[in-house]
């Protein structure tokens, strides 16, 4: 029996070399190529369509980036937080009679070709976060990548590193091209879909290793995702993308972006100011949008029978009844509020949502079905968020994401986030006081978020609606004068306690249910609808 032709884990290189070679001696100029595939990418896309291959591939977690080797096949799973533009650089050259290929890598130590002998491509950089406000039962294990090595000594880093230098074969990354002039990496301008490139912000991130996204964890890895042949249509700010690809993660990349000259001020290029030691590079073969289904560890439910999706959502009741004190009214709004989704625009109106404010929340109340009710709700949802809204917090956050002209950067707020996020508001720690402009213009965007399910994103000189699908729930004492929400429930608990054992197969069902029913299709009849 004949084995693979190519280790598409361990060597994706060998793969993206030896299908050029054989494009290439089936036509007389490489520039057939220009801007399209020679048949690397339906390679890998046969390859990864077993879900069993898939599974092998490393997620690019904080527990895994430390042990994953480079120059390997990885995915990483995250939210588009910043779109860079375009990156042109030296896609093929020739090695005297032979023509070689960068593709999927960031240069070739080995170039000595003159331009004539080059061609000039094209990618996208995406600077891509881990979700803000992940909940922990998302995450993957890394015990399911046990098989892989985990070898972490210098030792045998360096030995890797040898052995990759003297292969003669082999184009071993570098960015030793950048001096030439026929590859100097250039910047699209601003577009229609929030495109800019990075300078100096970047240098703070790749400095401290850390993501701009309020409430991450600082040791969750961003990544800088190079895209080939794709549809600018198909990405967009803030969707939430798998994508996989050949990591580049090592400190000869880091040496030889320091050899970028800075000293102007005005350098475009966007590696100088993300070292792969601390930003990851990833070039990616294939990518796919996920929806909350993607986060689900397990589906629970074989065939959704009626009776069985009444069986879960009843379950469901009774375990948030017991979180809300026995609240049989407040509890039912609380499942319509976890339910609720923007499925259609009318002019300003957003066409299902469903904000919940729950009143009589005093500080007492709260500490004692506040936390209850954020961890309850932490483990149901994938994506949460929680806001104690004080006049420090108004007068000082940054809630909205500001375009930054000194550093051409989107620098993120934190109402940059994924759709499908929920947001709890405390308005219980809201005393007297007095709001700075920052405080007035951020109670303006907590309302127009509330009430259109829309964030102005701000470019200075303009800004740009940028739609919204966020579930909002309000904990104030009375009606909460900020935020105008849908629907204004008291909540009168009639028990204090709100434990209640829960298995992790309720659990997983319950998910279930709620990421299901969220996406079905509904049409509203012609009669209601004038109502």
């Known amino acids: 029996m004949v084995g693979p032709q190519y280790d598409f884990l361990a060597n994706p290189l060998g793969a993206v070399r030896s299908t050029f070679d054989a494009a290439v001696a089936s036509v007389p100029d490489p520039s057939a190529f220009d801007g399209r595939d020679w048949g690397v990418l339906p390679l890998f896309q046969h390859f990864l369509s077993d879900p069993s291959r898939l599974s092998q591939v490393p997620l690019l977690t904080p527990a895994t980036i430390q042990w994953v080797k480079p120059n390997t096949l990885v995915r990483f799973r995250g ?8 990156e042109f650089y030296v896609g093929a050259y020739k090695d005297g009679s032979v023509w070689r290929t960068n593709k999927f890598m960031d240069a070739s130590q080995s170039l000595t070709a003159s331009s004539a002998d080059m061609r000039i491509w094209e990618r996208r950089l995406l600077y891509c976060v881990p979700v803000p406000g992940l909940s922990p039962w998302t995450q993957v294990s890394t015990e399911e990548f046990g098989h892989l090595s985990m070898d972490r000594t210098s030792e045998n880093r360096e030995k890797r590193r040898r052995e990759d230098d003297e292969s003669s074969d082999m184009p071993v990354s570098g960015d030793e091209v950048q001096n030439s002039p026929n590859t100097k990496r250039m910047r699209e301008g601003e577009h229609s879909s929030l495109a800019s490139n990075s300078r100096g912000a970047a240098t703070e991130i790749a400095s401290s290793g850390t993501s701009l996204v309020s409430g991450l964890d600082s040791n969750s890895p961003p ?4 895209i080939y042949d794709s549809p600018d249509s198909e990405l967009k700010l803030n969707d939430i993308f798998e994508f996989v690809g050949i990591l580049t993660s090592d400190l000869e990349l880091e040496e030889d972006n320091e050899d970028c000259d800075l000293s102007d001020g005005i350098s475009e290029d966007p590696l100088c100011h993300l070292p792969p030691s601390k930003v990851p590079y990833l070039h990616c073969f294939i990518h796919r949008k996920l929806a909350v289904h993607d986060f689900l560890q397990h589906n629970p439910i074989v065939e959704p029978r ?6 879960i959502r009843e ?8 979180v809300l004190g026995n609240d049989d009214f407040a509890t039912h709004f609380m499942l319509l509020h976890l339910l609720s989704n923007v499925h259609a625009r009318a002019d300003d109106l957003a066409v299902g949502k469903l904000s919940l404010n729950l009143t009589c929340f005093s500080k007492e109340i709260v500490s004692v079905f506040g936390k209850p009710l954020s961890a309850a709700l932490k483990n149901l949802l994938p994506f ?3 806001i104690p809204l004080t006049v420090e917090y108004l007068n000082t956050v940054s809630l909205v994401p500001k375009k930054n002209y000194d550093t051409n950067r989107l620098e993120t707020g934190v109402f940059q986030l994924a759709e499908g996020s929920h947001l709890i508001v405390d308005e219980t720690k809201l005393e007297a006081g007095t709001l700075n402009s920052v405080g007035v213009e951020n109670t303006r965007l907590l309302k127009n978020l509330m009430e259109l399910q829309k964030v102005e994103y701000d470019f200075k000189y303009y800004k740009v609606d940028m739609a919204t699908d966020f ?12 935020l105008p929400a ?23 069902a319950w998910r279930w249910y709620l990421a299901t029913v969220r996406q079905l299709s509904h049409t509203i009849e ?5 109502v």
């Open 471 to 482: 579930q909002l729930l309000v904990l104030s004492e009375g009606k909460s004068n900020i």
């Open 79 to 86: 939210m588009i937080q910043d779109m860079l533009g375009n």
């Open 486 to 508: 849908d629907v204004i429930v008291p909540f009168r608990p009639s028990a204090t306690s709100c434990s209640e054992a829960v298995t992790a197969e309720a659990l997983e």
């Open 526 to 530: 012609p009669e209601m609808q004038k």
């Open 315 to 322: 379950a469901l009741l009774r375990h948030l009844t017991a």
């Open 306 to 311: 009626p009776n069985l999706v009444r069986e």
């Open 223 to 226: 990544c800088l995702v190079k």
């Open 384 to 386: 949460t968020f929680y």
